[in-house]
């Protein structure tokens, strides 16, 4: 008997017509986008890259077209949904030149032009995107109310971030722009804005007073990305395919799709989602990878953490309330945030008596592709020999030859290149925290006690390692702070070895020194 062929995923694809054309999986997403239509008028939306919001706004487009073929045997079609038809004007920031004011300012003339072109209105000429979108409008309007989409709102300032100039006046091109919509609002039916980051509403849309922001909504909370009753329900064919290609049991693959996919969550009722670009990638492959890391991290994402000031306080489970969580802005840009709003963090836990958010790695791909760009930022050594050099740290340290991981980090750090400035203590914790993550070991950075922190706390299966960092400084200070703090008081009563590290950076003559003490456990 012949196999039972698979449906085609749309890997790659972000346009509503074609998947549904040419018969590809669809998550019917139908029931919450009505919601969405048949709710406020102006909405905003946050979510990480390659999460589906660009299907989003093609599905939207087609909607309010009123191609009802299209959404044929999806929940909308027995809906009361009466299908009207309005102009719809949709803009994608992604595609524009914007490497400068005066590039993003004929590029999205160019985009409004081919608008008008669409639907056969001719305007009179103007250099002004705001005047012709302006125009354009009320042209429009004459039909019917106007249908607004715009993708990837924030592209040409998150680009620029590392530049404040050239983020500054991007911002104030789209500033001005989106300032034509509030005069218009009389003519406008709907109108959503996507895109990764959340800059300070006065800052980009200082006229939408009425602007809904649905980012951390438990109501659309599924409206992107994949719930776990979805994989199950479009893609278990697939998932089986990918048991027999692995000779796993499906329930395995299951457990080992979740552990590398899903997890991540964008509102306070904790609901997970797996990422759809890395589900598609992985079932069509037939095998577990690091897709998302693959299509690449942001730039200005690595230009925030190796440029600003950060500890891994930031990125080591941080808590902290939603008006922090969504507060981005080019002139200081929260990492914490940010790494929040790219993906790379989410919600794990919300305290209700609180108010306050836990966030942490959502999944096995995240967190292997943050550590390995850690790694590149503050070791840039090629990744096979930093994971030897991790590895080979790892066993002295379960040896507890203390001599042997001095050699080794000493010989780390010089072969470290020579652009790779270690200029404080923060970088060396950066560096030994990507060390011992990138192979799996038990890390924790900034452990809280009693009485202070400590730097790092590293747990082997039969021994503790607690280390104070020092720069410029010694190694039996930075011993003498662990024990002065007693940082070692809670794992007393365990049943490891506990091993003080006092660690020195001497950056003049770039040499590692190590001083260390071995506390009596109680339970031993």
């Known amino acids: 008997m012949a196999e039972h062929k698979l449906k085609k995923l749309p890997l790659g694809l972000a346009d509503f017509r074609e998947i549904r054309q040419g018969n590809y999986v669809y998550v019917d997403k139908t029931q919450l986008i009505y919601q969405l239509v048949t709710g406020d008028k102006y909405y905003f939306l946050s979510r990480p890259r390659r999460f589906g919001k660009s299907l989003l706004v093609s599905t939207l487009d087609e909607l309010f077209s009123g191609n009802k073929k299209l959404f044929e045997n999806l929940w909308i079609s027995q809906s009361d949904y009466s299908w009207p038809q309005y102009p719809v ?3 994608d920031f992604s595609g524009m030149d914007y490497s400068s004011g005066d590039r993003l300012e004929k590029s999205l003339l160019q985009c409004l032009q081919s608008i008008a072109k669409h639907y056969d209105i001719k305007l009179a000429q103007t250099e002004s995107a705001k005047d012709f979108f302006s125009a354009l409008i009320d042209e429009l309007a004459t039909k019917n109310k106007i249908v607004l989409l715009i993708d990837e709102y924030d592209k040409p300032i998150i680009d620029n971030i590392y530049d404040a100039k050239k983020a500054g006046e991007q911002r104030t091109i789209l500033q001005n722009f989106y300032a034509t919509i509030k005069a218009k609002d009389a003519k406008l039916r709907f109108a959503l804005f996507t ?94 990878g690091y897709y998302w890391f693959a299509t690449g991290t942001p730039a200005f994402l690595l230009h925030v953490i190796r440029n600003q000031a950060h500890d891994l306080s930031e990125i080591e489970e941080p808590i902290l309330d939603e008006i922090h969580l969504d507060k981005v802005d080019i002139e200081r840009v929260p990492l914490t945030a940010l790494l ?21 790695f959502p999944n096995k791909e995240v967190r292997n592709a943050f550590i390995s760009n850690l790694a590149d930022i503050f070791i840039d050594l090629a990744p096979e020999q930093t994971i030897e050099y991790a590895h080979d740290i790892a066993y002295a340290l379960k040896d507890n030859n203390l001599k042997s991981v001095q050699n080794l980090l000493q010989d780390l750090f010089n072969k470290m290149p020579y652009t790779t400035h270690i200029k404080n203590e923060r970088d060396v914790h950066f560096v030994l925290y990507c060390i ?20 790092l706390v590293i747990s082997l299966p039969k021994l503790v390692y607690i280390i104070e960092l020092k720069f410029n400084k010694t190694a039996q200070e930075a011993l003498a702070q662990i024990q002065d703090k007693k940082y070692y008081e809670k ?8 091993f003080l590290l006092g660690i020195n950076f001497d950056e003049p003559i770039k040499s590692i020194s190590l001083e260390s003490q071995e506390i009596y456990n109680l339970s031993v």
């Open 195 to 288: 895109g990764v980051t959340k800059f300070a509403r006065a800052s980009i849309f200082s006229g939408l007073n009425n602007l809904r922001d649905i980012t951390l909504s438990e109501q659309f909370s599924t409206l992107l990305g994949y719930t776990a009753d979805e994989i199950k329900v479009y893609f278990d064919d697939h998932i089986h395919a990918l048991a027999k290609k692995l000779d796993i049991s499906v329930q395995s693959a299951y457990e080992q799709f979740a552990e590398y996919y899903d997890s991540y969550c964008f509102s306070i009722d904790e609901r997970r989602m797996y990422n759809p670009f890395s589900v598609l990638n992985s079932l069509t492959d037939q095998r577990f």
């Open 491 to 498: 794992y007393v009563n365990s049943s490891k070895q506990i």
């Open 89 to 91: 004007i949709k803009i």
């Open 340 to 360: 929040f709003q790219t993906g790379y963090l989410t919600i794990k836990k919300f305290d209700q008596k609180t108010h306050k958010f836990t966030l942490n």
């Open 436 to 455: 011992f993550k990138l192979i799996g070991i038990e890390v924790d950075s900034e452990v809280a006690t009693s009485i202070g922190r400590a730097d």
